[in-house]
């Protein structure tokens, strides 16, 4: 790849050096250079990449590309292409794009964002296109699938340089969708620039990620780069009716005059549930949309999981799949790794696993599980350390109000004390029916212990996460697995 084919799309400051060299790798990590490699000097949270600059030349780069002052005639006589730009992630994004041989202009690319449901809706998408006879790829916060091989996803959405990888693997390999989870973090960041969507699906927004986002609209306008910067001409938006910032996204996608189907509950939603049966042990309802009704059987649970189908089944007529596979695509949806997933060892009382890491999504599950449970609600669950602190009293509050009981426990404390995020959790609780274990293995053995037939015991906010993360270190760990040992052992002893 030749920089100077793509100036135009870089923002580029200043030049020096021979334009004319061909990239043989790109990469924002001076430890990853190799001889001929273009090096980025990209700024994050705790590092910033101009301070390696020198390192990666020692290493091998022929190019620097960067955005901050700096004295490039130290480097005088070393044929170093330097090409400082107004922004090097947005100019990683584009070269990434090119270097990868633009593979989402071959693709029929969907991207999902929201605060809640992105990671069901994007297996419920993928489960429709293999009903419809379709090979596809899949990004997303669990793991990162081409066709059926599976790898290890480090990040809801990758950098740039790895989403462009994915998605050139997705075509190489035979794929012709694909379909991506889009983090806040990732479009405020510029990863998925230079891609083409064809979907764009908007699900909820809600209170997450206020560490990074300065306040609520911060948040709302990365999301709604999606639809306002990076769907494709002809493109279609698939936007929740029901949520504030959705109907938000609504206006600005009708001022534009560009394609748009709703979903929720609302009357005035394009597609919408009706007819909605009460089950504990699956979904069963009708959508309505476009003048006909199609009744849908899923084997997910928790009324929730009726916004991921809305979602699905809208971004699958914007594809043009027909009806027939859609409808086979959400029933052929077993569940989703961590995401009201329940353990069932043949006890009288169900456990469920889910990753409501948010005080919206905590509310919705236990909401979801008060309209099909007749028993008692036990929930256990805690907050993550170095996030956002004030989501952790409302979910106290939620958790207390909603639940019949519930457990406090440690989640991710990374470099805090769990004792003290717990004691900020207690400061929305009402009520006494309340327990405080920092351990959370005696957590969740606690509501295993104490749930009676009929009874849902809720393990939140870690989800399809396999372990704890404390002072730096990982240490495995498994709600879903813990909760099933603890199950087990109670059956073994005579329990129910």
């Known amino acids: 790849m030749n920089i100077a084919q793509i100036l135009d799309k870089i923002g580029v400051r200043e030049i020096n050096g021979n334009l004319n060299k061909s990239a043989e790798g790109i990469s924002y990590d001076s430890r990853r250079i190799e001889r001929g490699t273009m090096f980025f000097a990209v700024k994050g949270q705790h590092t910033d990449g ?11 780069a022929h190019s620097v590309i960067y955005e901050d002052e700096i004295d490039v005639e130290r480097f005088d006589g070393k044929d170093i292409l330097l090409v400082r730009v107004d922004d090097v992630r947005r100019a990683l994004a584009h070269i990434s794009s090119t270097y990868y041989g633009d593979p989402s202009r071959e693709l029929r690319l969907t991207g999902v964002t929201g ?22 790829g899949m990004i997303g ?55 083409e969507f064809d979907v764009a699906v908007f699900t909820n927004l809600t209170r997450d990620h206020l560490d990074y986002h300065k306040d609520m609209d911060d948040y709302f306008n990365s999301k709604r780069r999606l639809f306002n910067e990076l769907l494709k001409p002809g493109g279609i938006s698939i936007v929740n009716a029901d949520d504030e910032y959705g109907r938000l996204l609504i206006k600005d996608c009708l001022s534009k005059g560009s394609e748009i189907i ?44 009726i916004y991921n189908i809305l979602a699905a089944f809208s971004a699958s007529v914007a594809l043009g799949i027909p009806y027939e596979a859609i409808i086979a695509g959400i029933f052929g949806l077993k569940s989703v790794r961590g995401r009201f997933e329940p353990v069932e060892c043949g006890q009288s009382f169900s456990v469920i696993v889910d990753y409501a890491h948010t005080d919206d999504a905590l509310h919705n599950v236990i ?77 969740i053995k606690m509501a295993v212990n104490m749930a009676a037939p009929g009874d849902v015991v809720l393990i939140a906010g870690k989800g399809h996460e396999n372990y704890q993360d404390i002072k730096g270190v990982r240490h495995p760990f498994d709600d879903k697995e813990v909760a099933e040992k603890f199950i087990m052992k109670r059956l073994k002893e005579g329990g129910q």
Request: net charge neutral; aromatic share 10%.
């Open 262 to 305: 709703t979903y929720g509950m609302d009357e005035r939603a394009d597609a919408r549930a009706v007819n909605i049966k009460r089950f504990a042990n699956r979904l069963e309802f009708d959508i309505s949309y476009g003048g006909a009704q199609f009744n849908i059987v899923s084997n997910l649970r928790g009324y929730v999981n």
């Open 50 to 60: 101009h301070a390696f600059i020198e390192e990666a030349i020692k290493k091998g």
């Open 141 to 195: 916060t669990i793991q990162y699938m081409v066709g059926d091989t599976v790898y290890s996803a480090y990040h809801t959405t990758p950098e740039s340089p790895e989403f462009q990888m994915y998605l050139n693997k997705m075509l190489t390999e035979g794929c012709e969708y694909a379909v991506s989870e889009i983090s806040s973090h990732a479009l405020a960041q510029y990863r998925v620039d230079a891609a």
């Open 367 to 443: 909401d979801s599980m008060k309209k099909l449970c007749a028993g008692r609600i036990i929930t256990v669950f805690g907050c993550g350390g170095n996030r956002d602190t004030g989501k952790r009293p409302i979910m106290g509050r939620i958790a207390s109000t909603l639940s019949d009981f519930t457990i406090i426990t440690s989640d991710n404390p990374r470099y805090e004390d769990p004792d003290e995020i717990i004691k900020q959790i207690m400061g929305g609780v009402e009520g006494s029916n309340y327990a405080a274990l920092p351990d959370r293995k005696n957590a």
């Open 115 to 136: 605060t809640n449901g992105k990671t069901s809706t994007c297996y419920l998408i993928r489960s429709i296109l293999s009903a419809y006879g379709k090979k596809s």
